[in-house]
T-cell receptor, first 113, second 115 residues
């Protein structure tokens, strides 16, 4: 069974810093990996989706990388801002079996002004 | 483009009572998901529909949870009777296809507190 782990569980950084969030998964047979953002009291907003054949995806100040063979993904946030404060979740979609997402428990990010 | 709509946003009920949540997916999306997210955890799939058929309900506690998508558009998730451990956010999501590189879009969730 696919298990997804995110480290650290919580992170506080001063505004302007670059930071990296980590995600690992146990079964490398994935179709894609997706990073989401969740604000308090809100649903999930998709940030980046990386297909299994891709190494990275970029959107603005966000860059996500994928190393499928080692079961790892990172989300890099450049020049962090207080508005980036949220919980970041990664999720993998397996190649076979269930056609849904397996989520990690998230990293709660606080950017201090 | 309208997003995934869910109601009610918040509900407080006593244990053993029943509750129902409604979801309207993005127009044209054939695949609809219900996820349960307990505080401090990642979302967990309860049930997945493709049009009006169930694709996966292996994680749905069928003794108390039920879901339907009669016309292949909106969906209802029901809990009866509710237990304290059912306190969670119930997230509805939709995508245009069940597999492939399609993004899954989530609603804002229905927050359930069972007391």
């Amino acid at each position: 069974k696919q298990e997804v782990t995110q480290i650290p569980a919580a992170l506080s950084v001063p505004e302007g810093e670059n930071l990296v969030l980590n995600c690992s998964f146990t079964d490398s047979a994935i179709y894609n990996l997706q990073w989401f953002r969740q604000d308090p009291g809100k649903g999930l907003t998709s940030l980046l989706l990386i297909q299994s054949s891709q190494r990275e995806q970029t959107s603005g100040r966000l860059n996500a990388s994928l190393d499928k063979s080692s079961g790892r993904s990172t989300l890099y946030i450049a020049a962090s801002q207080p508005g980036d404060s949220a919980t970041y979740l990664c999720a993998v979609r397996p190649q076979t079996g269930a056609n849904n997402l397996f989520f990690g428990t998230g990293t709660r990010l606080t950017v201090i002004p | 483009e309208a997003g995934v709509a869910q109601s009610p946003r918040y509900k407080i009920i006593e244990k053993r009572q029943s509750v129902a949540f409604w979801c309207n997916p993005i127009s044209g999306h054939a695949t609809l998901y219900w996820y349960q997210q307990i505080l401090g955890q990642g979302p967990k799939l309860l049930i997945q529909f493709q049009n009006n058929g169930v694709v996966d309900d292996s994680q749905l506690p069928k003794d108390r949870f039920s879901a339907e998508r009669l016309k292949g558009v909106d969906s209802t998730l029901k809990i009866q009777p509710a237990k304290l451990e059912d306190s969670a956010v119930y997230l509805c999501a939709s995508s245009s296809q069940p597999i492939g590189g399609n993004t899954i879009y989530f609603g804002e969730g229905s927050w359930l507190t069972v007391v």
